[in-house]
């Protein structure tokens, strides 16, 4: 049975790779909801055809987000569910300068690593269930869910992810690989850090620069003030991490700034952790007399290594009847949704995508070898979660 379904993944190859050039192509950067409905059109028509019926589409404030169910309609069988998004963070324009690519056995392109061979691969596995290849779902189901705004928080597809997730056996997030320790790729993920997002306004008097500067209250030292303080809010010893992002002041050099604002970014291991940094950032009073307002909060809820432990332990004993050794699972600061899915109790096994480096930058990049056996391991994992 193993070396027949990695004899499929070998054979399918080919069509995994044409779907997920098909997908590079069609760019989808998250703000642009446009653009996120074309993708949606995309990757709706690529399983309709691997999975051999159209998903349910869910726009939700103009974001588009899709769904399979695959298997027992019953509601009390045993369930998975396949997290994936088909957003990602490349403005459309991004392929003149970083073009798909496949050379030397390396896949190339906006979205090579995170995430969209990682859908792609959902796509082909589930479309083994339907068609019974993969094992037989008289008693069981399968539910693929590809959202249209991982890269910016999940604001509107965090119910649908909690409530497709709800009883399941356990989720399994399509999200990129990592690198264990020691450096070698093909990491899953049993562990993320909880994600917090604010935004400090600061609301100042304006003045002439030259002539009455002393009239003026000005913003841009008050947001001094307050980078510093947030710094201070970190503690490396717990791996809570408070970065602030990005910032804006002012209208013209000649004014003295009335408003400016700063992001911060906030990464913790325990709801304790984003708790305390959360109060603290609340808690903040202004240096000059400026007005301060923070919006923003925690985002994701930590993915605890207990979440992953025991769908881990499955998935390296599958891999070994596969005749794949996996790397040491790793825990790592950025979120995905399967911290939405391990908050709420669901086992959760990330990093069951593509294998590669580089997401968010220039050289992004998937190597092409790792694409079928990875695929044969998610059919094979799905199989033993649901007994199929």
């Known amino acids: 049975m193993s070396d027949d379904l990695l004899a499929w993944a070998d054979s399918a190859l080919p069509e ?8 590079i192509r069609c760019e989808s950067p998250s703000h642009d909801h446009a ?100 094992g037989q779902l008289s008693n069981a189901a399968i539910t693929l869910l590809v959202t249209g705004d991982e890269e910016v928080g ?14 399941c056996v356990a989720a399994l997030v399509l999200e990129a690989a990592g690198d264990d320790v020691t450096g070698r790729p093909g990491a899953l993920k049993i562990g993320r850090k909880g994600t917090s997002m604010y935004r400090v306004d600061i609301t100042g008097r304006a003045a002439h620069a030259g ?15 307050q980078v510093m ?8 010893s717990v791996g809570t991490t408070v970065v602030p992002s990005v910032a804006r002041s002012g209208t013209t050099t000649n004014t003295v700034p009335a408003h400016a604002w700063f992001d911060v970014d906030v990464r913790a291991l325990s709801i304790a952790e984003q708790e305390r940094v959360d109060d603290a950032i609340r808690g903040l009073t202004s240096h000059t007399g400026a ?30 009847q596969l005749g ?21 109790g669901v086992p959760t096994l990330d990093g069951l995508g593509a294998v590669g480096g580089g997401a968010h930058a220039d050289h992004e990049h998937a190597y092409v070898d790792e694409i079928a056996p990875r695929t044969a391991l998610l059919v094979a994992l799905i199989r033993d979660l649901l007994d199929a």
């Open 16 to 23: 995994i790779l044409d779907d997920i050039e098909h997908l």
């Open 35 to 134: 653009a996120i409905a074309r993708s949606a059109d995309l990757i709706a028509a690529i399983g309709e055809r691997r999975i051999g019926f159209a998903p349910e589409r869910i726009v939700i404030d103009g974001v588009t987000h899709l769904r399979w169910r695959v298997g027992s309609p019953e509601p009390e069988v045993p369930r998975v569910v396949l997290l994936c998004h088909h957003d990602t963070v490349w403005p459309v324009g991004s392929l003149e300068t970083r073009p798909f690519s496949i050379q030397d056995g390396v896949l190339r392109g906006p979205g090579s690593f995170d995430m969209l061979p990682g859908l792609v691969m959902a796509l082909h596995a589930a479309g083994t269930f339907a068609d019974g290849r993969g």
């Open 154 to 167: 999940s604001l509107t597809s965090r119910a649908l992810i909690e409530q497709e997730a709800r009883g």
């Open 211 to 225: 002539t009455e500067p002393e009239k003026g209250l000005n913003s841009l030292v008050e947001l001094a003030h």
């Open 229 to 236: 303080a947030v710094l201070e809010f970190a503690d490396t």
């Open 291 to 320: 007005t301060l307002t923070v919006s923003g909060g925690i985002n994701r809820p930590p993915l605890e290594t207990s979440a992953a432990q025991g769908v881990w332990v499955r998935a390296r004993a599958v891999g070994e």
């Open 324 to 344: 794949l050794e996996l790397p040491e699972a790793i825990v790592v600061g950025g979120a995905s949704d399967g911290n939405f899915t391990a908050g709420i």
